[in-house]
């Protein structure tokens, strides 16, 4: 008797043994998502409610009520400025979808030759500033441009410069979505639909284009969003077209009217988030494309189908390389366009002589501080919400939090920055300027697309390594790094380049919050357009892109070396 009550009170001291060891490692999980709320709350929370708030407060933040909306509204030029900001982002949007869609089309539906090729060059804006298009475009069709001609009097400047910028810029987001939205289809709709005899035309009518209708849906409110928000295109080459974007940009940088600019930030993102709304509820109701017993669709060979698709994207990507070509190509000319002959002087005085490439530095110091410390922050905070025992209401927190930024303009995110960090009375007001700020302000402003991705890796793996980790006391740290991060890895490196390249081209969301020793490259090509420097200006664009193609084939290369080493176990042998 006495040994059965010795060995159960050696269990429960065990159990409880376990229990306290359980706990502990729950209290240092819970403490990392407290920490990790607290870090969205201030740098995300806490600077949008201070736009808000100065939309109510006068200049000595005295509560005025409504008088800074209708102080604004009543101007004539703020209905003009919001109409034109419409009509750019519609026009953008009613060309953009189907040049995209057609080209989407083409590599998903067809079997033309050199596939990959015109993927590579379709997505290559994304590796620019979207104000090198703005760029590109006045040296084709500007006042001193090759093409000007052509245009018969007309001026590039204004309405026709913003949208023709605008659709290079958000063609890649575009195609993305829709090249998707079309691989998810089944071959079995199709198969029937051949049986039948269904020609073509109808096939694309009744399967391929309700099979799509949500990721059109999406790309729709992506491309819209894209042209309300971008500022840098309709500085450069909008002229006297105003826009809501270029209106906070002259209210700060021209007036430094605060106030006045929170309205228009509020202007701004009312759009944004409705698009954001929108695509939110109609993502709930899409239904997958694909079942267990799906089939994915396999073209069949066309010859004259196959090269009329061949055509199509061959003249697109013609397009897409003539508007990055003619900024490289200028960036050598001497002095365009009465000395045609190549040098290196815009790289020489322009930039090292007038040490504007210390920007190009900056960047390069900014994009790595991005890609290594976001990428520990959004992949730890999505391991945390997804993979540890913790409050559901402060997991749901994140999560509510993580999305939030996909709805939010980069300019509104870096205008509620100097309300913020630029307080004396904030105890960071030391972040202020720094490089430091730059890198959490663009890792904030794409947290979404990347705690997205984490979180669609993190739950391809079974809970149960986490189960059973408990049940041998290893503690969840270890496994994060003994386990997830090894299984994680491609996606871990896919995060880091999405926002290595983000970090060098971002403008929107740092061109307020730099100082003279920590400005990026990005935010010095705008100011060299400014000062009438474009030469220099498509000198530094052209450094952009080629670091970050560089930084894209280098990730490749080492993706490559480290995946084949620690992603074996993925390939199974046979025999």
């Not at 904030?426 to 697309?449: K, R």
Request: charged letters at 10%.
């Amino acid at each position: 008797m006495s040994a059965v009550l010795i060995e159960r009170r050696s269990g429960e001291e065990s159990h409880a043994e376990v229990r306290q060891k359980s706990h502990w490692h729950d209290r240092i999980a819970q403490l990392a998502l407290v920490l990790m709320s607290a870090f969205l709350g201030v740098f995300l929370l806490l600077p949008l409610a201070l736009v808000i708030g100065k939309c109510f407060v006068d200049a000595d933040g005295h509560f005025v009520g409504l008088a800074n909306f209708t102080g604004y509204l009543v101007d004539s030029g703020v209905w003009t400025s919001t109409l034109h900001s419409v009509t750019v982002a519609c026009l953008v949007t009613a060309i953009v979808i189907p040049m995209a869609f057609t080209f989407a089309y083409a590599l998903t539906r067809s079997c033309m030759p050199m596939k990959n090729a015109v993927r590579t060059v379709a997505l290559l804006p994304l590796l620019a500033p979207t104000l090198l298009s703005a760029v590109s475009f006045i040296y084709w069709f500007g006042n001193s441009g090759i093409l000007k001609p052509l245009l018969h009097g007309h001026s590039i400047y204004g309405l026709p410069g913003i949208v023709c910028s605008l659709v290079y810029a958000a063609f890649p987001h575009v195609l993305m979505i829709l090249v998707t939205a079309l691989s998810l289809s089944d071959g079995r709709l199709y198969e029937a639909a051949e049986a039948m005899g269904t020609r073509r035309a109808r096939k694309f009518f009744t399967i391929t284009l309700p099979g799509a209708k949500y990721g059109l849906i999406s790309a729709t409110m992506v491309s819209f969003t894209i042209c309300i928000n971008d500022f840098g295109v309709p500085v450069v080459i909008g002229g006297p077209y105003s826009v809501l974007s270029t209106d906070i940009y002259k209210l700060i940088i021209g007036l430094q009217d605060f106030n006045r600019s929170a309205v228009v930030s509020l202007l701004l993102l009312c759009p944004a988030l409705v698009a954001f709304a929108v695509d939110f509820f109609i993502r709930r109701k899409q239904q997958s494309q694909l079942g267990a017993r799906s089939t994915p669709y396999q073209p069949k060979p066309s010859r004259g189908f196959d090269m009329a698709m061949l055509g199509y994207c061959g003249l697109i990507c013609l397009l897409l390389l003539a508007v990055v070509g003619i900024s490289v190509f200028a960036s050598f000319v001497k002095f365009w366009p009465y000395q045609m002959s190549l040098g290196l002087q815009h790289y020489k005085m322009g930039l090292i002589g007038a040490g504007i490439f210390d920007a190009y530095k900056n960047s390069l110091k900014m994009a790595a501080c991005v890609a290594i410390g976001g990428t520990i922050i959004v992949f730890g905070g999505a391991y945390l919400v997804e993979k540890t025992r913790g409050p559901r209401w402060l997991r749901g927190f994140i999560n509510l939090c993580a999305i939030l930024p996909m709805g939010v303009p980069g300019l509104v995110l870096g205008i509620s920055y100097i309300f913020l960090f630029n307080s004396p009375a904030n105890p960071l007001n030391g972040l202020y300027g720094t490089l430091a700020l730059l890198a959490i302000v663009t890792v904030v402003h794409y947290y979404s697309s990347s705690h997205l991705t984490a979180v669609t890796a993190l739950r391809q793996i079974d809970n149960e390594f986490e189960a059973v980790s408990a049940s041998l006391k290893v503690p969840f740290y270890k496994t994060f790094l003994r386990v997830t991060v090894p299984v994680c890895l491609p996606s871990i490196l896919q995060i880091a380049r999405y926002l290595f390249v983000n970090g060098m081209t971002t403008v929107s969301a740092v061109a307020f919050l730099y100082s003279p020793d920590t400005q990026p490259a990005s935010v010095a090509i705008l100011n060299l357009d400014d000062a009438g420097q474009i030469g220099p200006a498509a000198a530094m664009a052209t450094l952009v892109l080629v670091t970050a193609a560089f930084a894209c084939v280098l990730f490749a290369c080492v993706s490559h070396g480290v995946l084949r080493r620690t992603q074996a176990w993925r390939t199974t042998r046979r025999g």
